[in-house]
């Protein structure tokens, strides 16, 4: 993805952020508190170093020092569009206006947010953005407040949904499966994005053969025995979810597993429903 590119994703977030302050939740009340509260601590600290020094605090943001605290580092683009500073990779946008690359109808969005007059506000708002480190699109959640003409920002990635997130895909993906099974798997097995969002995916089992016939991270296990299917530290989980499945409507399983975004063996809650003789899963990551 292009640096340009990531900035126009950047420039989206800002159609919402309009008004008082505000944050949605992407992962439960508590997911992501410890980096909220960091990330609005740095977002402070380099407020009233600017209000300390004006534009000559602008050379600190970009260094690697006070103002970057682990993956966390100021931003800063003024009213007009121009990228003034940065401690992470769009270091290499300061001093373009990167405005003059967006299309007219970002344009006009990114403008407007830009314009808001200064309040004294701390405000948010969830974005995609491209995370250099994981080479992959993530959603990331940005603090930011202006400063005469300048906005300051800070702001981190999101890998992990939360279970209320994977809940509600999974009573999405049931209802289609109910209502058009093969279209439903074809659009899991093709990772429509629709059915598959960040590390949320869904697989599907056929209760009868026992065996994957959907899957919307690995598509290697389209087809394979589900029974012989174990985490990533060796528990029979396949056996575990067929007898979970075998007993009730619905049901939910914790095992270890690589998360797609993180590329990381992670703890694993997986929900579970029978529908019209397929299970139909969606699960989510913890941080344990």
């Known amino acids: 993805m292009s640096l340009y590119r990531a900035f126009a994703v950047l420039c989206l977030c800002f159609i919402s952020l309009s008004g008082s302050a505000q944050t949605t939740p992407a992962a439960g009340p508590d997911a992501y508190s410890a980096d ?7 977002l402070g600290k380099a407020v009233a170093e600017y209000k300390a020094k004006g534009d ?21 683009v003024d009213t007009a569009g121009v990228m003034l500073a940065s401690g992470g990779p769009s270091v290499s946008l300061v001093g373009k206006q990167v405005v003059s690359a967006l299309d007219d109808d970002l344009k ?44 300051i920002s800070v702001g981190y990635y999101m890998p992990r949904s939360s279970p209320e997130q994977a809940k509600q895909l999974l009573q999405a993906v049931a209802e289609q499966v109910r209502s058009d099974p093969k279209t439903t798997f074809v659009r899991i097995n093709k990772h429509d994005k629709k059915l598959n969002q960040d590390d949320l995916y869904a697989f599907v089992v056929d209760l009868k053969t026992k065996r994957f016939i959907a899957h919307g991270f690995l598509p290697r296990l389209i087809g394979t025995d589900f029974q012989a299917l174990r985490s990533t530290d060796g528990k029979p989980i396949g056996e575990e979810i ?11 399983i914790d095992y270890l597993w ?28 913890t941080n344990q």
Not at 144 to 151: A, D, F, L, P, T
């Open 258 to 285: 690589r998360n797609p975004i993180t590329g990381q063996n992670e703890y694993k809650k997986t929900f579970l429903q029978r529908v019209n003789g397929y299970a139909v899963a969606v699960g989510c990551y």
């Open 56 to 76: 000559s605090a602008l050379a600190e943001f970009s260094r690697q020092g006070a103002f970057v605290d682990g993956q966390l580092y100021i931003y800063v």
């Open 108 to 151: 006009k969005a990114f403008q407007q947010a830009i314009s808001q007059p200064e309040d004294g506000a701390v405000h948010s708002a969830e974005y995609r953005w491209w995370n250099w480190q994981h080479a992959k699109v993530e959603r990331k959640r940005v603090f930011y407040q202006r400063v005469g003409e300048r906005v």
């Open 242 to 252: 067929l007898k979970l499945m075998a007993g009730a409507e619905t049901g939910e």
């Open 36 to 42: 909220t509260e960091r990330a609005k601590a740095l």
